[in-house]
């Protein structure tokens, strides 16, 4: 399939960040710093250096686990986000042409308070705290992120579920001019909009999250600007970026990897070391700038919190 490529002078998040400040911080990150401490102290040494003013505020993430994390020019240069491109090291030279200015997200369907909200009201609803989580995608690379963001269940909480609504439908933009490969008519490499789908009982878990931003700076447009979902027990996949509606249905949405190959992904697609792919193994994966291949854990690390949401079911048949 012919991909559309842009240039490689187009757009890096410097554009929101003065020329001196990013160059600042982009030679601290490849020190290796940001791999060394937690992203807290990382936060209070940008902060000390007077770093971007599109600083968000947040609660910070004790980082319990001591996840070490990716740094960010890691986390922002291999992508998968097939609205601009199939290449991940393409992606991000391509992204300035999403436009995230007056981003409206509409929640509706099966809710006693269905909205249509500027983004920038939501985000005043809800506090923005930090949350490090690992990030496994289904091909076998995986990251650990420090996202921004809130609770997806904060928002569920807000709209009042009515007690028919099982399932959360999630959108992505449809937006010629943002997105090349929506541009491609019949030769785009996906039905577009991209649709991701949670259980009601997954959306309300604490782990699931709606970020802004990564590293307390607003979500690059590479990374799913404005506003995505991340799901950290589940194959990257399911963490839809752009989100633009969320509906609650009774149903279980078609998601967009299942309409494509339903025979390689399903609804749940939860991490699982022991349920391979069906071109290959999902026993181990790759981190981002790391040689060697380690142990992938079961549910992501998150045994302990998603587990008991699976507990009669299949995972070789609902994977
Ligand atoms: N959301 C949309 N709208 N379009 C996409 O192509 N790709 C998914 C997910 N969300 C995708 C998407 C896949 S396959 C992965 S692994 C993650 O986004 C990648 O997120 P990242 O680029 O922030 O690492």
Not at 20 to 26: D, I, P, S, Y
Not at 132 to 146: A, D, L, Q, T
Not at 236 to 246: A, N, R
Not at 260 to 283: I, L
Request: charged residues 25%.
């Amino acid at each position: 399939m012919k991909i559309i490529r842009k240039k490689s002078w187009q757009l890096n998040e410097n554009i929101i960040t003065s020329k001196e400040l990013f160059e600042k911080r982009r030679s601290f990150i490849k020190l290796g710093a940001a791999t060394l401490v937690s992203s807290g102290a990382i936060m209070e040494l940008f902060a000390n250096e007077k770093l971007p003013t599109q600083t968000l505020n947040y609660i910070k993430d004790k980082n319990i686990n001591n996840l070490k994390l990716n740094t960010y020019e890691q986390i922002t240069s291999h992508n998968n986000f097939y609205e601009f491109t199939t290449k991940q090291s393409a992606v991000k030279d391509m992204a300035h042409t999403l436009k995230t200015e007056n981003w409206k997200v509409t929640i509706d369907g099966l809710v006693e308070k269905p909205m249509e909200v500027d983004l920038d009201d939501l985000i005043k609803m809800f506090d923005i705290e930090e949350r490090i989580y690992r990030f496994r995608c289904v091909e076998g690379w995986s990251m650990v992120v420090p996202w921004n963001g809130f609770t997806l269940s904060s928002l569920i909480k807000k709209v009042k579920p009515l007690s028919n609504a099982k399932y959360l439908r999630f959108e992505t933009l449809v937006d010629k001019d943002s997105f090349p490969d929506q541009n491609r008519g019949v030769f785009a490499t996906l039905d577009y909009p991209y649709v991701e789908g949670l259980r009601m009982d997954e959306a309300m878990n604490d782990l699931s999250f709606l970020a802004i931003g990564l590293y307390g700076e607003v979500m690059p447009k590479q990374n799913g600007a404005p506003i995505r979902l991340v799901v950290p027990w589940k194959y990257g996949f399911k963490s839809i970026k752009s989100i633009v509606k969320i509906s609650f249905v009774e149903k279980e949405p078609l998601n967009t990897w299942q309409i494509q190959n339903p025979k390689e992904y399903g609804f749940y697609a939860n991490v699982n070391p022991n349920v391979d792919h069906p071109r290959w193994s999902q026993k181990k994966e790759r981190v981002l700038g790391s040689f060697l291949k380690q142990n992938t854990l079961m549910f992501n690390g998150y045994e302990k919190e998603v587990a008991s949401l699976y507990k009669n079911m299949d995972l070789t048949k609902y994977f």
